[in-house]
């Protein structure tokens, strides 16, 4: 079993940043790609961005390509999300979830996915 936990989430202008965390537990938590989906209120939930297990394949939405930032620390089991320049846009509750299955064209939950609680992002005008 996988647990996730978010963090880092809060209120910030538009053009500041925020980084969030979400820590991993379990015996394969790190084994897998993990990422970001968001959900504004209202609306579908949206890929955001998610990572390989090495860090070797990152993968971005088009709408936060050169923005945002996607790392993690496999020691830690922990994945960060750096979040540049934000927009009001933004505002949504970001989940974090593993695995993901990937493409060229971003990634998809699935059947297996695990997911955590979420964390608010909210940027203002």
């Known amino acids: 079993q996988v647990q996730l936990v978010e963090s880092g989430g809060g209120l910030v202008q538009a053009g500041g940043s925020l980084r969030l965390s979400c820590a991993a537990s379990g015996r394969t938590a790190s084994r897998y790609i993990m990422g970001w989906v968001r959900q504004a209120p209202g609306a579908e939930r949206e890929f955001v961005a998610a990572?390989?297990?090495?860090?070797?394949?990152?993968y971005y939405a088009d709408s936060v390509k050169g923005r945002f930032t996607i790392s993690r620390d496999n020691a830690k089991n922990t994945v960060y999300l750096q979040m540049n320049s934000l927009k009001p846009e933004d505002t949504a509750v970001y989940y974090c979830?593993?695995?993901?299955?990937?493409?060229?064209?971003?990634?998809?939950?699935?059947?297996?996915?695990?997911w955590g609680q979420g964390t608010q992002v909210t940027v203002s005008s």
């Open positions: 990572i390989s297990w090495s860090g070797g394949s990152s």
């Open positions: 979830a593993t695995p993901l299955g990937c493409a060229g064209y971003g990634c998809y939950g699935h059947s297996l996915t695990h």
